[in-house]
């Protein structure tokens, strides 16, 4: 029995031993832990969220189908350090700044698994940035829940590396047009993905460079190190100021095409040499060398990065009063021979008789059919060529005054103020300006004289108010509030006239007033838990700051009903407009350091006094802070 039973034992540990022997090993997981994955992120050279920052949920206003909605996502926060401190927002891979930040909802989070259980509330496609950054973070359960949610949403085939490289040859693709980024380490990023085959088909493809250039990965790696090559260039020369074109970051429309001398450096000097910079330009036609600059095509047919050899091109356009009709909607390239003969035709008139005949206004921009099929009827009004009038300052600025004497005769629709700005930046003497933009100020065009008082309020202050007085009176003694009114305000700089002004406009329908609040509480977009400031914001003085925010005061019992959306039957008292308008421009905190905020759903009586009689109090203490 005992033998019996010891065989028994015997057959049945070698068949589990048989089994365990001929069992074939568990595959291995079809996903690298989380680690792996933070240790491969890191590796690429992906960004993440500095420390000390904080998980917050945003919803931001979007609109769809003519409908606004709460778009939900997560993000990071850094905390104000003070009232006036700045909060930083992260999401993805960057800072950045939440649009209609007003209107925005933000919401501390706690980092765990309850939170992102609201539906929509990570982004299916950039889960596994997140998954990496709340790790890092020290946030695993939430990371790992994040991370098994990121795998569902794999294409057939892709493996959670297979991913991460994507992203990673679209996160270094897209950087190589941001201002002041590291072109040699992107290239070398970007030909390390490519040499170890890590780009998921139809992944990673840096943008469009050019329609007639092609999209092909190797072509934009080729170009890429043509950019970054060592310049052989002599500074000062102007083979250099065109190196420099490859720098220039620009998002280009087909009207800002105008605005290269002001918004580039190298165009803005190649422009003061006038025909002297045309012939090495020419050379410089086919340059394809990438910019950081993108061309916005109409339509829906997005936009694509421009070449060295393109803003070349664009720049002799515009240097011959568009003789080449170029477009960059079909990614045009002028051609040489073109511009050769067109040199040699205008050299023969010289130089200056030339362009100082085709500074003032003029329609020769219709000339180029793309032009001519885009404009409206205000762009068909003549208009200066600023490319032309800046290379007529720089060499020949004795011409400047009787150019803009006759565009005070002639061209009382053309604003005159890039004539203003050229003067003012001309070797013209001090007196002589001074006298030119007396004529501006004694125009009958209240548009030419409000240009030359902007000019002369930066070239001396004290004469600039004793001309405005004369003006302004007449205007604050009748019944509009017309815009011609503010700036004059703004120059003359006496708390009279701007209380005159606040009479004025409690006086005017609830329309008027509402505009105004919204002008002026715009002006004040100074949000502390936003990344940034609005460049109008930028610019105002403490001063500036202080009657806008005294003017606003005045209206904090103004029950009148104004419409905000009169097809939806919106209507709202002045008074919790301005509330609203001025709760995210001013420094609202709660005991920790955050933002008041008053959820919608409670927008009833009561939570319409709390929030105006918060926003009455911070605006008082504002008030007194930049008095004393």
Known sequence: MIVLRSLVVLVVLLAVTTRARSQVPEAPMPHPPLDEVVKEYKRLGLPLPPAGMELIIIGQPVRRDDEDYLYYFLAFRSPPMKANGESKYWAESSFFTPGRVDECHFVPARPVVETIRFPGLVDDSLSLDLAVQCKVYGWDALAEQIYAKGRKQLEDGQSVFDKLHSDAAGYWSGRKTERGTDRKEILRRLKELDAQKKLYPNEGQPSLIGPRKGREFKEILRRLEKTVAPRTSKPGTVDALIDDMSEYCQYLSLYEREALVESDKACAELAALGFDAVPALIAHLNDDRLTRAYFIMSGLFGSYQLDVGQ????????????????????????????????????????????????????????????????????????????????????????RLPELYRSVLQTYPETDSKYYVEEILASKLSREKKLTLLEEGISHASFAHRLNALNALARLDMASCRKRVIPLLKPLLAGTETNDEIFPLIEWANDRNYWDAFTSLVKKAPADVRGRWIFEFTDDLDRNP??????????????????????????????????????????????????????VWRLPLLNCEGYPVYIPPTQDGPFSRLALRTIVRSALTRELERIRK
Do not use: C, H
């Open 311 to 398: 803003v070349v091109g664009l720049f002799l356009d515009n240097l011959s009063d568009y003789e080449f009709g170029i477009s960059l909607e079909a990614g045009d390239y002028v051609d040489a021979n073109r511009v050769r003969k067109w040199l040699i035709d205008v050299q023969k008139d010289g130089e200056q008789k030339w362009l100082t005949a085709r500074a003032l206004p003029s329609k020769s921009f219709m000339r180029n059919p793309e032009l001519v099929k885009q404009a409206t009827f205000d762009d068909k009004v003549p208009r200066t060529n600023r490319t032309i009038l800046r290379a007529v300052r720089a060499k020949y600025p004795e």
């Open 529 to 582: 838990f936003r990344f940034g400031t609005s460049s109008r914001a930028a610019g105002l003085s403490e001063v500036q700051r202080y009657e806008r925010l005294r003017f606003l005061a005045g209206f904090f019992d103004d029950q009148s009903i104004q419409s905000l959306a009169p097809e939806d039957r919106l209507l709202v008292e002045t008074r919790d407009y301005l509330a609203r308008r001025l």
